[in-house]
């Protein structure tokens, strides 16, 4: 009889997350964080900031920021015309299985390099199908540069989009990945697309699939190649394009 009631409490009660096995995989908003070459970046205003003649702390400000800039999340809505608005995504596709496609090997030795279908076939033979509803992340080890612009954009001039260069994703790798019925695609550099990219066929592919894009995630390295979950909740901006996420992860 005790142990059933044991039993029955942990299922009612739920057991507590372990907080190691929580990874936080969003980078901080403030003046360095990185933006394409040609937004406005993060402003943050602190409207007050002290304590009040009546002897109480009070602080409270304003932000400003470009949807598209930090760790943030692409809504189809960004490169197709009619497909979801970020406020639109599906909470079921926000929460899933993460698998992480390690590319660093390839990445090291050339800047523009971009993930192929044959990478992620090489995945899967090791380590199985990706599964419907995955959200899958390509680690290319970019996330030591952060947040020193010219290594990790190739190039710090304000608005300079034309000497971009940092890995992304093969638009048939996409293809790929959308046929396995992914909920998602993340990458830790600034684009889905690689950084000479001039027509974002990538951000294209996933788009018309009504999957979402992650750009710029933070601590990548941390997630084993398979089997974390992980909750990637961006802000809910009716209408958005993209916008900020925060993208947490829970170990197995
Ligand atoms: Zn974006």
Redesign the pocket.
Known sequence: MRITLCLLTAVCWGQAIDPAKIVDLTYAYNKDTIYWPNAQGFQHRKDVWKRTPQGYWYAAGGFSTD??GGT???API?FAEGKLTLEAVPVSKLVGPVVVIDISAACAKERDYRATPADVSAFEKKHGPIRKGSIVLFKTGWGKFWPRRKEYLGSDVPGDTAHLHFPGILPAAAALLVSRGVAGVGIDTA?TDYGPSVKFETHQVLSESNVY?L?NVANIERLPATGATLIAAPMKIENGS?GPVRLLAILP
């Open positions: 949807e598209h943030h999340m692409d960004h684009s894009g750009e993209g």
